[in-house]
Nanobody, 124 residues
Framework: EVQLQASGGGLVQAGGSLRLTCAAS????????IAWFRQAPGKEREAVSC????????YYAESVKGRNTISSDSAKNTVTLQMNSLKPEDTAVYFC?????????????????WGQGTLVTVSS
């Protein structure tokens, strides 16, 4: 059974940093792409970052390029999202998701498993 648990959200001032962690069970990182999505109130869920199976490639939304770093640790079965230089517009509920395939995609509909969200609030 696949289970994903997201953690690390919180309240931070603009310019600050947060590190989100997705703990995955029942997931073989050789076969699953793992992504972080976010959803702000009144907005659609959007892809933030993704790491392909085996970590051979990554994806970053334009809005977070240069500020976020995604990494996977197959030994610990975790995927982390380091978020720096946070902005108020980064405020959202962040979700991790897993897809049984090699590559990344920005479409949430194509992800098979989802964790519960973790709230990130960035104050100005």
């Amino acid at each position: 059974e696949v289970q994903l648990q997201a953690s690390g959200g919180g309240l931070v001032q603009a310019g600050g940093s947060l590190r989100l962690t997705c703990a995955a069970s029942g997931v073989d990182f050789n076969w699953y792409a793992i992504a972080w999505f976010r959803q702000a109130p009144g907005k659609e869920r959007e892809a933030v970052s993704c790491v392909s199976s085996n970590g051979y490639s990554t994806y970053y939304a334009e809005s977070v390029k240069g500020r976020n770093t995604i990494s996977s640790d197959s030994a610990k079965n975790t995927v982390t999202l380091q978020m720096n230089s946070l902005k108020p517009e980064d405020t959202a509920v962040y979700f991790c998701a897993a897809r049984l395939t090699v590559g990344c995609t920005r479409s949430p509909q194509l992800f098979d498993y989802w964790g519960q969200g973790t709230l990130v609030t960035v104050s100005s």
